[in-house]
């Protein structure tokens, strides 16, 4: 049984919590926000039985550093859940180590924590090897990588996740701006995100950026009436064209 | 009974042809190449037995006008099926309407045509009549829409597909720069995607620029190492921030 103690009560927590409490070797020994006077307490008291194993803090990032420096005593595990944040954001002398769960969570959406890939970092074996039981017992993908490599997946994150999202909202916009729905395009974004379970993305890539079809490409530059919508047409159309430009 | 004969020999045409093969109140007559001598001597013999009710024209955009020139004296419906070509490519004077089946189509990859949308258009009542049928019997998403909204759903395709896929292939090169598996972020792929069924993309939006977390955006651009990466980054922040200026 590994004794877990969550601390924080925002979308990561509220999903860890529901995972946490179905596995079968974890005890999910209590869940507490960062401004909990209770939970000053108990950090205090830790030394009792009931002392957790690993505690998880799975607040804002910017709250971390403050909030993990009452740990610095602390015998137990101490992880952050941050995908930006570096392990060395905890207080220096402690076991520290990350257990970043790479999904988008709110709690409007069930999640299936099987399937969300957990990346895990420690400074020492034996508390990554915890981590990884930890993470096994409710995820099957779990991977170890440095805070850098985390790092550099957050940002990658941005652009798969957010940046993908404004695509759809520019799509919606132009569909707005000429009375169509939107929902005529949702099997199409269905099909390009499933495309990318089989296939990489620099071989699926089609559309007149693609074909070199600089006719269309004026063509649908001349159609598209904002400034906005303009400038992201060319930026992408041309990084494209890069992306396939032939070397000589 | 409808009967439909298709010409093209592209992607299109191969899984209109399952489609149609399939349907139960439609005959398909033959298939053929735009090229092809056999088709046009069947052109100009179609006023015999076997004239089909509808001629689908699923070829590349460019040879629309050129190819459609044979069916000016057709007592038939002649369509074509791309997303950006007006109805008005297709012969003056002759029964015309278009075919758009809105999905990226491939030959290595199955396609449910039940779930393809089908974007119809004619001059003639009872030709949209006919085209519903026809579109009816291998869909459950059929739209009659304009020329003009049929362009700006192809222009809409092209940022939620081809540019979409873009933001793939560069969080793939992010993913490659440091080492770590591109497969990480497929989970994230398919939610971001999976999302956009029952939210509308403004309510989804999340990531820095939707919390103008500009000390992260800072910290992000710094990262990114190619003067295209950037770019990218910085005008669809940018942009993302525009779109949830609150106005004052």
Redesign the interface.
Known sequence: MIKVSLIGTGNVSYHLKEALTKAKNITLLDVHSSRDELFSKIVQKENQAKQPDIYIIAIS?DAISTVSQQFENSKSLIVHTSG?VSISALPNGIRRGVFYP???FSKE?EVDFQ???I?IEAEQKKDLELLKTLAKSISK?V?E?TS??R???H??????????????????E??D?????????????????????SL???D???????RKDKK?IE??LA??KGV?HK???T??TN??L??YEEKL
């Not at 699926?204 to 693609?210: D, S, V």
Request: net charge positive; hydrophobic share 40%.
């Open positions: 990032d930006s790479l999904q988008s959406r399937s969300v890939p990346c993908s991977y990588i850098l490599q790092k550099s997946l940002l990658a994150a941005v652009f798969i996740n957010n940046f993908t999202n404004h695509m759809y909202q520019i799509g919606n132009l569909c701006q000429n009375e169509v729905s939107f929902d005529i395009l949702k099997p199409l974004i269905a099909e390009t995100a499933r495309k990318i379970e990489s993305p620099f699926t890539q089609t559309g007149p950026a693609r269309t063509v649908q159609q598209l906005n400038e992201i047409y930026i992408l990084s494209i890069k992306t």
